[in-house]
T-cell receptor, first 112, second 111 residues
Framework: NAGVTQTPKFQVLKTGQSMTLQCAQDMNHNSMYWYRQDPGMGLRLIYYSASEGTTDKGEVPNGYNVSRLNKREFSLRLESAAPSQTSVYFC???????????FGSGTRLTVV | QKEVEQDPGPLSVPEGAIVSLNCTYSNSAFQYFMWYRQYSRKGPELLMYTYSSGNKEDGRFTAQVDKSSKYISLFIRDSQPSDSATYLCAPFNQAGTALIFGKGTTLSVSS
């Protein structure tokens, strides 16, 4: 099925551990995004990549790094996980923002 | 002031009711106004969007924009239990960087 695939779907980390969230899209979209969603806070942009080879910070980039590996893949790395990073992480892609984003099904991350 | 404000609800209505979901925004440069729907434990999906002021209708859904008051509305007619979800507004400026979402309003339609 065409769309955005995120892995893993669930993860539990200990404080200080590192991990990479993977995202891949098969729609040949130029732009990709990482959001986190927390109760009462809505969706907040972490990083985005307007095109292959470029990345920019969003509203809440601290504690995260990203890599736009190629046009299909955009990964999010937590170098030293903190409990405040417990959240649901969504990856999205778009050709043009005016056409809307396609979201993945999310990664539920718990940091203990 | 946040760029996009949205009452989180929850909003509970009986089946068949007319539902009104609303957002306010602060940036007068926004020109596109999107509504996303998010079912529980799923990613958001684009429901509909409008450009500039005015109304747009799609089946039971009507999106309305009043740029003079910076107010966005989504109306759902003849609401169904399958409409139970969180609705997020996302105004957008074509020259902007990425979508900024409202916090979402959670709607529950009971049969």
């Amino acid at each position: 099925n065409a769309g955005v695939t995120q892995t893993p779907k669930f993860q539990v980390l200990k404080t200080g551990q590192s991990m990479t969230l993977q995202c891949a899209q098969d729609m040949n979209h130029n732009s990709m995004y990482w959001y986190r969603q927390d109760p009462g806070m809505g969706l907040r942009l972490i990083y985005y990549s307007a095109s292959e080879g470029t990345t920019d910070k969003g509203e809440v980039p601290n504690g995260y790094n990203v890599s736009r590996l190629n046009k299909r893949e955009f990964s999010l790395r937590l170098e030293s996980a903190a409990p405040s990073q417990t959240s649901v992480y969504f990856c999205a892609s778009s050709e043009r923002s005016t056409e809307g984003y396609t979201f993945g099904s999310g990664t539920r991350l718990t940091v203990v | 002031q946040k760029e996009v404000e949205q009452d989180p609800g929850p909003l509970s209505v009986p089946e068949g009711a007319i539902v009104s979901l609303n957002c306010t925004y602060s940036n007068s440069a926004f020109q596109y106004f999107m509504w996303y729907r998010q079912y529980s434990r799923k990613g958001p999906e684009l429901l509909m969007y409008t450009y500039s002021s005015g109304n747009k209708e799609d089946g039971r859904f009507t999106a309305q924009v009043d740029k003079s008051s910076k107010y966005i509305s989504l109306f759902i007619r003849d609401s169904q239990p399958s409409d139970s979800a969180t609705y997020l507004c996302a105004p957008f400026n074509q020259a902007g960087t990425a979508l900024i979402f409202g916090k979402g309003t959670t709607l529950s339609v009971s049969s």
